[in-house]
C-alpha cells in the first residue's frame, strides 16, 4: 500500500470557500517533507495545468499524482455535458502526467442543495433521490466515466460523500447497483462512510470488490453528537474538526488497515483531513497523520 495525501488537507476544498491558502508549490513540498509518495490534484487550477510544468513539478519531488476529485450535479441533466467536459479536461492532464496511478475521483457536486447539506449525518428517506432521479444520476456518472475512460484510459471511481445524494451507505449500494463496475469503482472514504452512518470496516467488507482508491480519514463521534443538537450542516461540522487527525477520532484504522492487508490491496491510501482555509497547521497535521500510519506499519 502506497501512502498519498491531498490538497483538501491544506484547506484546497471544491466549495470555493473564502479565505487565504498555501500555494501550491509550498503545499508540495509539505507533503515530501512529511513523508508522503503521492498526492491528489486538488481543484482544478491549484496545481499547474500545464501538463509539462505538473510533470516537472511532481517529478522534482518524486511525487506521483494519483487522483483528481471532479465534482458533477448529477441530478440535473441539463448540468452532465459540463460535467464531463471538466472531467475529460482533467483527465487529459492526469493522463499526461502519470497514466499509471492516476484516478478521475467523480463525486457529486456536495453542498449545492441546501436541504442535504443542512441534513448531512442525518439523511431520512424524504431526502433520497426519487427512482427517475436515481435513473437521471446513475447514467450521467456512468457515462462520465466511460467517456474519461474511452478517451484517456483512465479509470474512473466514484467518492460517496456528505451533502451530496449519495452519502449514506443504502445510497452507494444503490448508485453501484445502477451502473456497470467495468466503467465505474468506489472511491471508499472511512470518514465519510462513517459521518454517513455506516461502519467502515463493514463498508470495506460489503464494497469491497468495487474498491478501487482508498480515503483515510478520520471521524469524531463526540462532534457528531453537536451536529445533531445543534443541527450544524456540514460546513459547520467541518470547521468545527468533525474530521480530525488520524488516531484521534473514531475510526478503527488498525482493523480497516488489517481488512485491506487480508484481501491484499495494493493500491493508494490517500489520506484527506479536510479543514476549512486557515484551521490549524497543515503541515504539522500531516506529519501527525503520517506517523501515525507509520505506527500501524504503513
Sequence with gaps: MKIANAPCSWGILEFGLDGETDSYDKVMDEMLAT?????ELGDWGFFPTNSDELKA???RRN???VG??????FVNKNDHQAGEELALK???LMQSADPENARIVLSDENGKNPIRTKNTGRIKPEHQL?????SVYADGAETVARRVYDETGLKSVFHHHCAGYVETPDEIEELLKRTDPEHLSLCFDTGHYAFGGGNPVEGLKKFYNRIDHVHFKDWDRNIFLNVKENGWDYF???GNGIFCELGKGSIDFQTVLNELKNRNYNGWIVV???ILPGMGSPIESALRNRNFLKSLGV
Aim: aromatic share 10%.
Design 35 to 39: 513523508g508522503y509518495d503521492g498526492t
Design 57 to 59: 513539478e511532481l517529478s
Design 63 to 65: 511525487l506521483n499524482l
Design 68 to 73: 483528481a476529485f471532479v465534482p458533477v450535479n
Design 90 to 92: 482533467t483527465a487529459r
Design 130 to 134: 426519487s427512482d427517475s432521479q436515481w
Design 236 to 238: 459547520e461540522a467541518v
Design 272 to 274: 484527506e483531513q479536510d
